[in-house]
């Protein structure tokens, strides 16, 4: 009984360490909140950020933009600007970056924006 | 008392496994949150190029490629070789691409905020089937035509939307002309959706 039960425990494990290391490519800088602002975030500098995501519970009406701003002419890189329910800017740079999400205007939603490498 | 240890760091391990498995997997998705993000994997069959942007003046061509993801969305990506991974663009839940509008539109750019910095703009985007033109609104008041293909795009979509590809001129972003809304029109000439956009 007690061995079957460390071997399960073993195995479950395994299942956690590898969802540490799936999870662990990705920063959420802001959310998940409710965005009834028309408001912004902006994640830690890095230089492994490739992607940057703005998630939201609506599509078609909330108006939001995703980019990654280096940190020497702070020029905005794979900017993308939609209503579309899930949003990805994407720039491939050795350099050090940030990410950048705003709501620019229409309804209210669920939402997060976080930066993946 | 040492079984009793056991059990309990056991049962402990199990639940945090499950739950960041289940979130590592996209098992537990909650709208809004990053587990709600479409799983953007190529597969055989699942991308199609659907508009293109041309090479000019120094900026390559790109391709815009429509994407059905195994978990449910349709996603419009702006890329530089035609894979999703590389893509800037977005996606709506496959039952409705177009989030209950005439139109799904994308404004991607490279450069700003301010508009003097910005290299290449381009607009990307579906329009519904019944749309019959499509108009860009630039700053100054005036207007630029959109052609809209006639690609087909059932077998990914679930329609035959009307998939578009267009690249913001250089001389309008050098005069300090950018866009500010996209028109889609029926056969009439009524404009049937307006989506506001812009740089900045």
Redesign the interface.
């Known amino acids: 009984m007690r061995r079957k039960l460390v071997a399960f425990t073993a195995a479950v494990a395994g299942v956690l360490v590898t969802a540490v290391i799936a999870l662990a490519g990705t920063n959420t800088y802001r959310g998940p909140m409710y965005w009834s602002c028309f408001c912004d975030g902006s994640s830690p500098y890095a230089s492994q950020w490739i992607e940057n995501w703005f998630v939201k519970s609506t599509s078609g009406i909330s108006d939001t933009m995703v980019t990654l701003i280096d940190n020497t002419s702070y020029s905005w890189h794979g900017t993308v600007r939609s209503t579309a329910s899930a949003q990805k800017a994407w720039w491939v740079s050795s350099v050090v970056k940030k990410g950048y999400c705003k709501f620019y205007g229409g309804t209210a939603f669920n939402g997060s924006c976080f930066v993946a490498s | 008392m040492r079984?009793k240890r056991?059990?309990i760091?056991?049962g402990a391990?199990?639940i945090?496994?499950?739950a960041?498995?289940g979130?590592?997997?996209g098992l537990h998705r909650?709208?809004?949150?990053?587990s709600?993000?479409?799983d953007?994997r190529s597969r055989p069959g699942t991308v199609e190029q659907v508009a293109q942007f041309t090479s000019e003046n120094g900026r390559p061509g790109r391709q815009v490629v429509l994407q059905r993801t195994d978990d449910g969305?349709v996603?419009?990506w702006?890329t530089p070789d035609g894979a999703a991974?590389?893509?800037?663009?977005?996606?709506?839940?496959a039952a409705?691409p177009?989030?209950?509008?005439k139109l799904?539109?994308?404004?991607?750019?490279?450069?700003?905020?301010a508009l003097s910095?910005v290299h290449d703009a381009r607009l990307s985007g579906l329009a519904a089937p019944d749309v019959a033109a499509a108009r860009l609104v630039m700053t100054d008041g005036t207007t630029r035509s959109i052609a809209l293909s006639r690609v087909a795009t059932r077998a990914l979509a679930g329609k035959d939307y009307r998939p578009f590809a267009y690249r913001v001129r250089q001389s309008d972003l050098g005069k300090g002309i950018a866009p500010v809304a996209v028109l889609v029109l029926d056969a009439d000439g009524r404009v049937v959706d307006r989506?506001?956009?812009?740089i900045g």
């Open positions: 079984r056991v059990v760091v056991a391990v199990t945090a496994g499950l960041l498995g979130i590592a997997s909650t709208a809004g949150t990053p709600a993000a479409p953007i969305y996603c419009l702006d991974e590389h893509g800037v663009g977005g996606c709506n839940p409705d177009l989030g209950g509008r799904l539109v994308s404004l991607a750019y490279d450069g700003g905020p910095t989506q506001v956009t812009g």
